[in-house]
Nanobody
Framework: QVQLVESGGGFVQPGGSLRLSCEAS????????MGWYRQTPGKEREHVAT?????????NYEDSVKGRFTISRDNAKNTVYLQMNSLKPEDTARYYC??????????WGQGTQVTVSS
């Protein structure tokens, strides 16, 4: 059974940084397109960042995080990261790891809470 386990969330002041990690319990992690999403109470889950498979590892970001967040992956560790810098109160949300294989199979982690407040 595929499991995605996030870590690294927490409480940080505005302007601070956090790095989220998501480890996947799969044998073919390199074939998964990996992404981060976030959700606040009463709102729909929104896309934050995605990184593709292969050597190019193309990335895609939601406009509000461009230039502040960086997604990366380490296939040897079955892990995807989200480096979040210059955090703002509006970044407060529960962050979820997402993995998609071949456009068919999709998996979610349980999420990790990020709170940005002074």
């Amino acid at each position: 059974q595929v499991q995605l386990v996030e870590s690294g969330g927490g409480f940080v002041q505005p302007g601070g940084s956090l790095r989220l990690s998501c480890e996947a319990s799969v044998s073919d992690f390199s074939t998964y397109v990996m992404g981060w999403y976030r959700q606040t109470p009463g709102k729909e889950r929104e896309h934050v960042a995605t990184i593709t498979t292969g050597g190019t590892r193309n990335t895609n970001y939601e406009d509000s995080v461009k230039g502040r967040f960086t997604i990366s992956r380490d296939n040897a560790k079955n892990t995807v990261y989200l480096q979040m810098n210059s955090l703002k109160p509006e970044d407060t949300a529960r962050y979820y790891c997402n993995g998609k294989q071949w456009g068919v199979f999709e998996y979610w982690g349980q999420g990790t809470q990020v709170t940005v407040s002074s």
